[in-house]
């Protein structure tokens, strides 16, 4: 088992390590699932703690269309009627949006409850419950609301990979491509090297989840460095709003494509690593249709990270370093 200390809380990583959850001091559990999480997960999670089957299990709707202050209402409402005080605690079983959401609630509720993330896609293994981020959509704009709060634990079982088509698999593995582009050069060269279904996940995850760690404790509250980590995802925020406004929602992975390689050409890299890394995305992963650019204008606007009517990238120097605060007026994209 590998462990990571990350700000105030540790990062566990490894094969059947639930047994390291410690839930001892707690007055009252709640799990929060999704369906498929209902069905896939939470029975591993009860057969290696026997006490959850008596804890609250709050079942949401999955999907991006779902994260939303109303389903924030109908969590809210459990912890309420379940009598949940400042000495419970809420597990996040799923993906990144039950940990964007139910990290959100546990936050908000009685101005805070501690909460462990238990990620079981790739994609929240390797981002989405590292870093402290949580939130909520708002009118179709993601993660429009929300706040920087940590966790009391992460715990990373690589057993959940096995409950994961190969199309979930991809689609969390555009952050890894993501994380070796901003820091690690010679982790993309090994991955562009390598089948993806020939790919070491738990080696994988770990240096994935350590770049972003590294990142992520040198400012906790992406005041600098920390925006390193938005490269590709202000396209992919745009692409991700674009869908979800035509009621057709796409995954997150399948933005981030898109969105490193539109990122990459906006990107002062040399035209031969531009063109590495759109055919390796494109001949290995199938993506939606990319909306032109004019059509993502409306929700570049209101991106997060904008200053002064410009719209703020983070964009590549080369594979594997990056540069924030890259201004772009609205002409000029």
Same mark, same amino acid.
């Given at each position: 088992?590998? %462990?990571?200390?990350?700000?105030?809380?540790q990062?566990?990583i490894?094969?059947?390590?639930?047994?390291?959850?410690?839930l001892?001091?707690?007055?009252?559990?709640?799990?929060?699932?999704d369906?498929?999480? +209902?069905?896939?997960?939470?029975?591993i999670?009860?057969?290696?703690h026997?006490?959850?089957?008596?804890?609250?299990?709050?079942k949401?709707? !999955?999907?991006?269309?779902?994260k939303?202050?109303?389903?924030?209402q109908?969590?809210?409402?459990e912890?309420?009627?379940?009598?949940? *005080?400042r000495?419970?605690?809420?597990i996040?079983?799923?993906?990144g949006?039950?940990?964007?959401?139910?990290?959100f609630?546990?936050?908000i509720?009685?101005r805070?409850?501690?909460?462990?993330?238990?990620?079981?896609?790739?994609?929240a293994?390797?981002?989405a419950?590292?870093? !402290?981020?949580?939130?909520?959509?708002?009118?179709?704009?993601? *993660?429009?609301?929300?706040?920087?709060?940590?966790?009391?634990s992460?715990?990373?079982?690589?057993? +959940?990979l096995?409950?994961?088509?190969?199309?979930?698999?991809q689609? !969390? +593995?555009?952050?890894?491509?993501?994380?070796?582009?901003?820091?690690?050069?010679?982790?993309?060269?090994?991955i562009? %090297?390598?089948?993806?279904d020939?790919?070491?996940?738990?080696?994988?995850?770990?240096?994935?989840?350590?770049?972003? *760690?590294?990142?992520v404790?040198?400012?906790?509250?992406?005041?600098?460095?920390?925006?390193?980590?938005?490269?590709?995802?202000?396209?992919?925020?745009?692409?991700e709003?674009?869908?979800?406004?035509?009621?057709n929602?796409?995954?997150? !992975?399948?933005a981030v494509?898109?969105?490193?390689?539109?990122?990459?050409?906006?990107?002062?890299i040399?035209?031969?690593?531009?063109?590495?890394?759109k055919?390796?995305?494109?001949?290995?992963?199938?993506?939606?249709?990319?909306?032109? %650019?004019?059509?993502?204008?409306?929700?570049?606007?209101?991106?997060?990270?904008?200053?002064?009517?410009l719209i703020?990238?983070?964009?590549?120097? %080369?594979?594997g370093?990056?540069?924030?605060?890259?201004? +772009?007026?609205?002409?000029?994209?």
């Open positions: 088992m590998k %462990k990571i200390q990350s700000d105030n809380y990062i566990l490894g094969k059947n390590i639930l047994k390291n959850l410690d001892k001091s707690y007055s009252k559990i709640a799990v929060l699932v369906e498929k999480t +209902f069905i896939h997960c939470l029975p999670l009860i057969n290696e026997q006490k959850l089957k008596q804890s609250t299990i709050i949401i709707k !999955g999907g991006e269309k779902h939303t202050i109303n389903t924030v109908v969590i809210l409402k912890l309420v009627d379940k009598k949940f *005080n000495k419970s605690i809420l996040n079983l799923g993906g949006i039950i940990g964007d959401i139910g990290g609630c546990a936050s509720y009685k805070g409850i501690n909460y462990i993330h238990i990620p079981t896609s790739l994609l293994m390797v981002d419950s590292i870093g !402290g981020k949580v939130g909520v959509n708002q009118q179709c704009l993601k *993660n429009n609301i929300g706040l920087f709060s940590n966790p009391t992460v715990i990373i079982d690589t057993t +959940f096995k409950t994961l088509p190969k199309k979930e698999m689609n !969390g +593995f555009a952050e890894v491509l993501k994380h070796a582009l901003i820091a690690d050069k010679n982790l993309w060269n090994k562009i %090297k390598t089948d993806f020939l790919l070491e996940w738990e080696e994988i995850i770990k240096k994935s989840v350590e770049i972003k *760690n590294t990142i404790c040198s400012d906790p509250n992406e005041k600098n460095l920390r925006k390193k980590l938005n490269f590709a995802h202000t396209y992919a925020h745009a692409i709003s674009y869908y979800l406004q035509k009621n929602p796409i995954s997150h !992975g399948e494509y898109i969105g490193i390689m539109l990122e990459s050409e906006l990107s002062e040399n035209n031969e690593e531009k063109i590495q890394i055919n390796y995305i494109l001949s290995n992963f199938k993506l939606p249709l990319i909306p032109s %650019k004019n059509e993502l204008l409306k929700f570049l606007i209101h991106d997060k990270k904008n200053l002064n009517e703020n990238f983070s964009l590549l120097t %080369k594979i370093e990056c540069t924030i605060d890259k201004m +772009f007026s609205i002409n000029e994209l």
